[in-house]
């Protein structure tokens, strides 16, 4: 293996221009680490907010992105007993110096698994959020349970079309707000309504439900309260988030934050359902390593229909 790879690098805060393809050094697996020969890397609207600075102190300069990874083990680091070289793996890595938007790169062997028998690696590395954050939401947050009333925002995109399946997998009634376009694509993963959010205000079309995951943020924060049954939780995970614990309290309602934490026992699960054909992830298009910022522009046009994931 040649010492040297390419890897998007960013020095600078900023738009999809400040992603460089450079050359690097490959990265030594510390302990409790592997060394991943990267076969695909998603792309999330963190990844964009990451980039522009607007958190500057969870990013340390200069770093390569990407937390979505699927790759093949090269070495593993001291301690690692789970996993050897040549196995499929898949993740959802923290926030580093190194990410995932690589040829290769170094990850905790804690926060993967192996990857789901029945996916290449190029789609298996678009699950690890959005499958994390929508089995945090709906079955450690909300603990949706049979009979529930389930409304998701923005349900055609990454976090929600895996919400979707996954709240119908539960028991719920489920309700997606997303174009019409998409409306077809949500009756077939198990929505049993579908709103058109660009000409319909949801409130007017939603009787009460008992949980709301927004991932759109914004205004929907505080509008998606009104469709909320007396005690009902409304979960944020947007990157914009509209609302809080307070304006939810004062009207006898529940909210709450969703992050989705590296877990490589939360994969195993997510790899059952795959595996089992009752879980997919969509993947709308790929992209070569080298064109990260067209990638970026893309997913920041928040248009995309499942993921977007980085090729090597």
Do not use: C
């Not at 890897?7 to 221009?17: L, N, Y």
């Not at 409304?151 to 707000?177: D, F, N, P, S």
């Not at 309602?253 to 997510?270: K, N």
């Not at 969509?282 to 893309?298: G, M, N």
């Amino acid at each position: 293996m040649s010492a040297r790879m390419h890897a998007v690098v960013q020095s600078v805060f900023g738009g999809p221009e400040t992603l460089e393809y450079a050359e690097t050094g490959v990265p030594e697996p510390g302990p409790g680490q592997v060394l991943l020969r990267v076969a695909g890397a998603g792309i999330n609207p963190g990844d964009a907010v990451l980039r522009s600075g607007r958190v500057p102190e969870l990013v340390e300069l200069p770093w390569t992105p990407g937390n979505d990874v699927a790759g093949v083990v090269e070495r593993v680091g001291e301690g690692v007993t789970r996993f050897a070289p040549g196995d499929e793996v898949y993740g959802l890595m923290p926030v580093s110096r190194r990410g995932a938007y690589a040829e290769f790169t170094a990850a905790p062997a804690e926060a993967l698994a192996f990857a789901p028998k029945n996916l290449d690696l190029v789609h298996a590395g678009a699950v690890p959020l959005v499958a994390s954050t929508a089995w945090q939401a709906l079955t450690v947050l909300a603990r949706v349970r049979p009979g529930d009333r389930v409304l998701i925002h923005a349900a055609a995109g990454g976090v929600g079309h895996v919400a979707v399946q996954l709240a119908k997998e539960l028991g719920a009634h489920v309700i997606g707000t997303a174009r019409a376009a998409n409306h077809d694509l949500l009756r077939g993963l198990g929505a049993d309504e579908a709103i058109d959010h660009t000409t319909t205000d949801f409130r007017t079309a939603v009787a009460p439900v008992d949980m709301v995951l927004d991932l759109v943020g914004g205004a929907y924060g505080p509008r998606s309260l009104d469709v909320l049954r007396p005690g009902g939780l409304l979960v944020g995970a947007s990157i914009a988030p509209g609302t809080d614990e307070r304006r939810a309290a004062e009207r006898g309602l529940r909210y709450v934050w969703v992050t989705a934490a590296p877990s490589g026992e939360v994969l195993d699960r997510i790899t059952e359902r795959i595996e089992a054909g009752r879980l997919r992830v969509l993947v709308q298009d790929t992209y070569p390593l080298s064109e990260a910022a067209e990638a970026h522009r893309a997913i920041e046009a928040r248009r995309t229909t499942g993921k977007l994931v980085l090729v090597p």
